[in-house]
């Protein structure tokens, strides 16, 4: 197989030469005869691939003359190996084409690296890359702490663990969930924390300890340890828990490795660390790459070197970090803010090298060459690693094409496939050109001047420093931005700095695609935006008019199909619509995908977290910048209201619009972090006025009025608010000016470090509240109280979450190595919890938690008074179809509280109720039954009651025991199919699950028992076995008399029944049409009061049934269970 | 929670979107309706004197936002509220049926002292639209089941019943507040009974 080149040391002593090429060898290991038994070669592969021995057989690469020899693959067989040399003799004979033979060997390694990829399992590969120690280390992490295999360890720490006055040493282990810590110290210490329960997490400025984190989880909890590298520890812990927590916000499942790491060309990373550890550390550095330049979220940083910059508008070379990743090369200045580019590769043409002998500025020097004569090129000196930087580009380029051709075939035939489905209202449009050529703005003389000079200066900085998104973009360009962008740029403008270009040109015709299909938007966000769109800007004319409207309908039904996690959310309107007066509408459909999904990050998903976030980070900078004014606001309890819409919309809601662009300006250019530093200044500018206001209402119509004053001066009308026209207060480029000199310092650096930290407690403090919320919304429905449920759904949760990690493990699995069946089962589970836990605010917070069958039997197992019993499971199946009401799998949190409530703390009645309705048809179908009887080889105790019940046994034919299986989540989703899709026969059974459903709510209402349908013998037989098996746990030899003694009474009511019926039939006809008793018409039968009044006639059955049941006692014991196993316990079982 | 001035009403409207909330706080406060309306983000507030009883109060009004995800973020704006508006449009049975969950919500973030008998006002809006698919009589029901909340039909459009609902808003806010006073010589003392019925007298109903 191929395996990653690597250099060998050529050791001839060990190795014969089979094969030779001018190129490549095929050696085999000494001391292997050729007639080796293949079998037991056979047998010792997977093992001799785990070791460091080697395989017998291997290629090398070598080019003439040279020293250095790369295996490029091994096997153990000669076949296998005879496979990968036809191979290369049939694929690289082009080899003698190449002038150098470097450039043979990057070729060679470049091909054999795709190989790799392209044929084998990821998981393999990881496991290669493993260092050793790694690996024992993770098996012990496994071992100790149950983990289950799906559970990555990423790296481990030796620390100590503070508890009391005491340091226990032991080791810290960080897993994707968990962070585990055991030490053997003074007995046995072993603690699991999971990422999502971590409340907060600080590192502590003690001189005592000086290496301490401190830990604070959600059960009040605090954790401190000591940990020797703790630098590097916290970094990865707060990387950890962000995850986690994006995963909470995003309800996206799991956290997948990126395996394209494992094929990178890389050269430098150390390989001690374990894989997953390098992948979060080149994560960390690809997203604070990504936010220096605001590329788009896939780019992963592949390098970074030092070299000067040629700069052609002052003829200087200015030092600075080229960075190169998958579709970008850029450059920033050591300098801050002096100079940056971002080179787009698709834009490239060439990057060569250059030597220019009798200037010593320039030497080894890139030049990269532009395919549009806009950028004339960029030259790039003194770059200590040339070769290998110019490889590497080429390498990305020559990939950046094949993406390309194939992208746009794909775009195509999409294309094709949808126009054929496309309905007309969708097929005439066209795009729309920016409003404002339509609707010109009126502006003042002076204004018109203003704009005029303004775009002379771009111009001429367009001219100078280039233009397009390779421009140069110096200190200068920040002032221009902050002085405003002329209407006529604005587009351009927005477009480069936003990084928009880059989405719109990576992602040609998407947007016409997304609009042909808007049919298929969801009926609520269609009315939702609807409902908007003439109450976006409608100031502005072109709003009032379909002209406007069209668009705007277009750009945010793109939006909500593009992003169904976001939909659409209020403020989007405001914000498009402004888009839409100075931009094309695909632009502005681009714009609008990178304020979403990177400037603003989840600012407008279902819970608004991003907006809460920040206003999280927002009130911790107005404690520290402008603290008299935090305490006053802090008192008006109104910190966290005041700036809600002003971030949501870039302060165009309560601004002029007018005057909001040039806000936008700096923000498409900056970041979000102008939000904050206008945010601030307005504060500051406020605060005396502020802090004499009375109440939260004074203070907000004071800041109110001051925002509609801002103003620009360029405009002919003045602004009109509610038929007043407002006074002036600010000049928005002073505003802004005022802004970046006051809170220059706070970087956009800063400002994520901060979000990072309001992140995990915004999105705890969101979890806290919708599981009050949930509580809340059923306590009133069920019998449990508050402790009990608050314990039931911290348990469904930690099931869920569990299942989540369980499922995205299956997901990246190859195919092959699961049974298909059992990833049929996943696949339905991921597409469950996948579409239902997804929280939904129009519905009842109950329905944010759902459990399937799977966890429903668990529960029941687990927390049920019967769980215990055996065929514990049948019962749970039954009992789930009876209150599944829509039949789609799942039941929700109030469903699931109600049964469980019934079962643990109902009257007698009603779970003898709930015991006897489970055992009729056609939740206990016929087929069942007769297979149920014959159940004498398990319980001994229960043959003295079936003695009774011969006779019809005698009558039935008993088919196999093995076919009473336990209902798994597959057949039992069988059942229900079936039952819908089949014929009249079981539409009728389906009706009678539903009458039975209604008997049974009727019983728990009313009391009335009077509608539950009769009993023949067999089910009968199968309700008294189920007593038994519950009775059996009690372990008490007069229960089972008491069984016994009851059960002959009710046999005997039931042959009474049947001669009473009898004679009943004879005298008045078929005159009851409920199915149930006609069928059992003139059979044996008793009824529900029957059964129940005389299982209570009994004191000590009746006492069983009416103990009451301490569910927070079993939910702890299950928990504790899980700990000592932390496999999801549905998985344990 | 803030001292409050003699005097000075919170009024909170809460509703979904697009039922007519900022309109009809504008027709209240500033007598004109504009089809020109943002959708609100966050909240916005006026604030209007008025004469009840012979006395003057000032009401201060917040409108919210009605988009669904923004619901949980009210808390900050329902603290201390005296009254509670909720709306809905009668030509949209789907925004009646929220009024349930308005209230609960309410309830539940604002704590008020005595949610029982918390004011509340409901008003049917957009009636001028003259294709009504929730009945007066369906909205009464449900305003009598939770103890006999006022109901008023309503347009911001031609200021039908406007002026009237918010002078019942202020007069049981003012109720309340007085109440409110008794509890706080007495704070310990948590139920008043008996006063339930309160409404009938001095609420003049529905008039359409």
Known sequence: MWIKPRQVPIAPSQWNNETQTLYFILQRRKGLTERGGLTSLLANTVQSFFDTNQPPFRILHQTPNSEVYYEISSASTLDEINKDWDWLQKNLDCLTRFEKNEDITDFVVCKVRSMIADNYPIEILLEEEQPKYFKTASQKFKTLFNMPPEEKLVTDYSCSYWKGRLPRQGCLYLSVNNLCF?????????????????????????????????????DNKKYFFSIVNKREAFCLMRQLIDIAMKQLIDEKIGFTEDTDLLLKMSKNVPKSQSFLKRDLDARAVSEAYRLLFRLPGNEKLDGSIDATLFTPYNKKNVWGRIFLSQNYLCFDSRVKGLVSLIIPLRDVNLAEKVDNNFNPEIRKSILISMKNSAMPGFLFSRIKDRDFLISKISELLSKIEINEGSDNSITLIRQSSIDGQSDDESMNWEIQEPLIRLYPRKLTSEGRLKEVKSEKLWERYFIEYGRGVSLYRTTELTNLILKGVPDGLRREVWMIFSGARNEMACNKNQYRMFVKNSSRIFENTKEEIERDLRRSLPEYPAFQEDIGINALRRVLTAYAIRNPQIGYCQAMNIVASVLLIYCSEEEAFWLLVCLCEYLLPDYYNTKVVGALIDQGVMEELIARHLPNLHKILDCLGMIRMISLSWFLTIFISVMPHFSAVNIMDAFFYDGAKIIFQVALTVLQTNQEKLIK??????????????????????????????????????????????????????????????????????????????????????????????????????????????????????????????????????????????????????????????????????????????????????????????????????????????????????????????????????????????????????????????????????SVSTPPSSALSTPTFDNFISYETASCTDAEDDVSEVISVKSLRSAFESCINNFNSKSLPKMDQAHFSALWHTMYNIMQVESNPNLTFALTRIGNILFETGEVGKRFMKSKDMKSGPKESDAAESASEGEWCITGDQFIANVLSDSSLADVFSRPVNLVLKISTAEEGRISSLQSLTEAR | MATKKKGLLKVIILGDTGVGKTSLMNQFVNRKFSGQYKATIGADFLTKEIMVDDRVVTMQIWDTAGQERFQSLGVAFYRGADCCVLVFDVTLPNTFKSLDSWRDEFLVQACPRDPENFPFVVLGNKIDLGNAAVPSKRAERWCQSKNNIPYFETSAKDATNVEQAFQAIAKNALAQESEQDLYNEFPDQIKLTGDSNRFNNNDAGCSC
Not at chain 1, 183 to 201: A, E, P
């Open chain 1, 182 to 218: 055991y030490s053997n110290m003074f007995g046995d210490t072993k603690i699991i924390i999971r990422w999502t329960d971590v409340r907060d997490l600080e590192e502590v400025p003690s001189l005592i300890f000086p290496d301490s984190v401190r830990i604070y989880t959600c």
């Open chain 1, 693 to 954: 206001c009375q109440d939260d209402g004074e203070a907000i119509q004071l800041l109110t009025k001051y925002l509609q004053g801002v103003h620009n001066d360029n405009d002919e009308e003045a602004v009109v608010k509610d038929g007043e026209v407002v006074e002036k207060t600010i000049h928005v480029e002073k505003l802004l000016h005022t802004s970046c000199v006051n809170y220059g310092m706070l970087t956009t650096g800063l400002i994520e470090k901060l979000r990072l930290k309001h992140r995990l407690r915004t999105v705890q403090h969101l979890e806290e509240n919708l599981g009050k919320n949930v509580v809340r919304s059923v306590i009133n429905d069920v019998y449990l109280n508050q402790e009990e449920l608050q314990g039931l759904l911290d348990f469904v949760r930690q099931e869920i979450l569990t299942i989540q990690v369980r499922i995205n493990y299956v997901n990246k699995t190859p195919k092959e190595s699961t049974s298909s069946s059992l990833e049929e089962t996943f696949e339905e589970k991921k597409k469950n919890y996948t579409e239902f836990i997804k929280y939904d605010p129009s519905q009842p917070s109950y329905m944010s938690y759902h459990v399937d069958f799977d966890l429903f039997r668990l529960i029941y197992v687990k927390l049920s008074p019967w769980g215990t019993a055996s065929y514990a499971e049948d019962v749970a199946a039954r009992i789930f179809r009876l209150i599944d009401t829509n039949n789609d799998g799942l039941l929700n949190f109030k469903e699931l509280a109600r049964i469980l409530g019934i079962m643990c703390r109902a009257d007698v009645t009603e779970k003898l109720t709930l015991l006897y309705i489970v055992h009729l048809p056609p939740l206990l179908p016929e087929s069942d039954v007769r297979a149920n009887t014959n159940f004498d080889s398990d319980a001994d105790m229960a043959t003295d009651a079936l003695e009774f019940f011969r006779e019809s046994r005698s």
